[in-house]
Every structure is written in structure tokens, then in C-alpha cells.
């Protein structure tokens, strides 16, 4: 199922609006350059709803990537995402 979220790189952590309000703290990221921008990795835990691994590519004002959500019961779901810079 679609949905939208906004990320916001700030101080050091990514912030994720709805990911926010569902209980994944702000986490520190890791961005490095490769051959066409940035490559960017960003680990988010919840006590109450497992782990989530983001990994993808920043090129220009795009974004994209995979996300891997771990539950803490062990399902492991993987979804793509896309964006673009509003700010």
C-alpha cells in the first residue's frame, strides 16, 4: 500500500514524520559520495514495532531507494520509495 512521508536530515539524525508518529526514533544517518551524488543509509529502531533499514540514492534534488521493515515478531516486509526535495 502507497503512502507518503517526509524526511528531514537535521542535526545529524533523520526524522520521519509518520514514521515519527508511529514510534521510530530520530536516527543518525550515513551519506557518502559515489559516482552520481550520494549514498545514504539511515537505521531506525521502535521498542514496539522492530527495525527499519532505508537505503538508497540521493542524486540531485531526487531520492530513491529500498526500505526494510524487520517487526520484532520477524516478518520482514521491503518496499521501494521516491521523493524529491520540497525545501
Do not use: C, H
Not at 537505503?55 to 516478518?75: L, R
Request: glycine residues 16%; positive net charge; aromatic residues 12%.
Amino acid at each position: 500500500v502507497p503512502f507518503n512521508d517526509v524526511v528531514v536530515f537535521k542535526g545529524g539524525k533523520a526524522v520521519m514524520d509518520l514514521g515519527g508518529r508511529q514510534g521510530f526514533t530520530a536516527s543518525t544517518y550515513t551519506i557518502t559520495p559515489n559516482g552520481n551524488g550520494w549514498s545514504l543509509t539511515v537505521q531506525q529502531g521502535s521498542k514496539r514495532l522492530g527495525e527499519r533499514t532505508w537505503s538508497g540514492e540521493i542524486v540531485g534534488e531526487a531520492m530513491s531507494g529500498m526500505m526494510i521493515w524487520t517487526k520484532q515478531d520477524g516478518d520482514r516486509y521491503t518496499y521501494k520509495f521516491s521523493g524529491k526535495q520540497l525545501l
